[in-house]
């Protein structure tokens, strides 16, 4: 069966206001020491997980700021995991980038290498908002950069855009759509504003000196993007992803379908053989650790029966298509319905998830309460 990989490249050039990932400011002398310790994981799982023979379905370089990097660092990733590992030719190969990271020569360097899908940070076109958020680049970089990638021969672009912002209109959000699909990318990913415990961005809301987005406004906006986008062209295939026909994204399907992946670098999580583990996110402790043979697992859960079938329901029900139930029966040996009959049936009286045509999806009234539905099954 095959797997997807992941792998976390831990640097920006500056933190955003808003940002909680893992990510530190980009030093030459800490990314040759990261490059070591990402080859010796690389190495440690080849070794003792048995995945050298598995096909690689998808691969995902994610941030961080991958293109923070220089490209021939980056390509070297790519090409120890050709060297460690069996990559399907059809592989989806994405990298996340910065509009205010790459060139054309840059672009055209990773797409001669083997990457074939560019995921952009645009956010948002409006320069007062993207202060906000404290991102370093404007929009017109990042309309530069797309028509760089489409000339660099990436044919498959997603840009990711965030709703919910402090001081953001709707008329605004509207515009940002409607700038964005002008771009015309093969898929638009939409979140909103996750106020994440002591960033920059929710002190200064804490402290009133911006106002926070409103329930109201926000859900407004969620489903102004999903009629827009619909109307655009764009399927809404997952809670907060839209995809022209043929350009879903198959790395992350690949955890919707609660399917099996390594991940690599500090903080990364993996799904393996009925576990689940995250790696350390300290990157100095991450590559010690390496450097005497250990794998750097910061915690490890091994999944019960239960907890798979939990799983199994919450991430598939994040695709708009929902749960494929003869894949759920056959994978545990028992009926969804046998296993879930009260949780579904309360469920479908509120109006929240409803089946068809073999599947078990959320409605449209259970959409923007997603979690809530999710929180029935666990
Ligand atoms: S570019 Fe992404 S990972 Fe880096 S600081 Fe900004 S939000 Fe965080």
Not at 72 to 96: P, Y
Not at 157 to 179: M, R
Request: with cysteine; glycine share 8%; aromatic share 10%.
């Amino acid at each position: 069966m095959s797997i997807g990989l992941y792998i976390h490249v831990p640097f920006c050039i500056r933190k955003c206001l808003y940002c909680d990932f893992i990510s530190y400011p980009l030093s030459q002398q800490q990314v040759a020491e990261y490059l070591q310790g990402l080859e010796l994981e690389i190495e440690l799982y080849r070794e003792t997980l048995g995945v050298k023979n598995r096909s690689i379905e998808s691969i995902f370089v994610g941030g961080g700021t991958p293109t923070s990097l220089m490209s021939g660092q980056l390509i070297s990733i790519l090409e120890r995991l050709d060297r460690s590992f069996s990559i399907a030719k059809d592989a989806e190969i994405t990298t996340e980038a910065n509009p205010g990271t790459v060139s054309l020569t840059y672009l055209k360097e990773l797409r001669a290498a083997g990457f074939n899908r560019l995921s952009l940070g645009v956010q948002s076109t409006h320069q007062e908002l993207l202060t906000i958020l404290g991102r370093i680049h404007d929009f017109s970089q990042a309309r530069e950069a797309v028509s760089q990638a489409r000339q660099a021969g990436f044919n498959n672009i997603n840009l990711d855009l965030i709703f919910g912002l402090p001081c953001q209109s709707l008329s605004q959000w509207q515009q940002t759509l409607t700038d964005v699909v002008a771009l015309e990318p093969e898929h638009i990913s939409c979140y909103g504003l996750q106020l994440e415990e002591g960033t920059p961005l929710t002190c200064s809301i804490e402290q009133g000196k911006l106002p926070a987005c409103s329930e109201e406004d926000d859900l407004a906006m969620f489903q102004l993007a999903i009629e827009f986008l619909r109307t655009m062209g764009y399927e809404h295939y997952e809670i907060s992803n839209f995809a022209r026909p043929g350009y879903c994204c198959q790395h992350n399907l690949l955890y919707w379908h609660n399917k099996e992946y390594l991940g690599f670098g500090p903080g990364a999580h993996s799904h393996y053989d009925h576990s689940r583990w995250s790696n350390i996110e300290n990157i100095d402790n991450y590559v010690s650790l390496l450097k005497t043979g250990q794998h750097p697992v910061a915690e490890k859960t091994s999944l019960t029966v239960k907890e798979q079938m939990e799983e199994t329901v919450f991430l598939g029900l994040r695709m708009l298509k929902g749960l494929k139930m003869i894949d759920f029966e056959k994978r545990f040996g028992l009926s969804i319905y046998k296993i879930y009959a009260r949780e579904i049936a309360h469920l479908e009286q509120l109006g929240l998830v409803k089946s068809e045509d073999g599947y078990l999806k959320l409605t449209e009234k259970g959409l923007p309460i997603a979690n809530q539905v999710f929180a029935e099954f666990v």
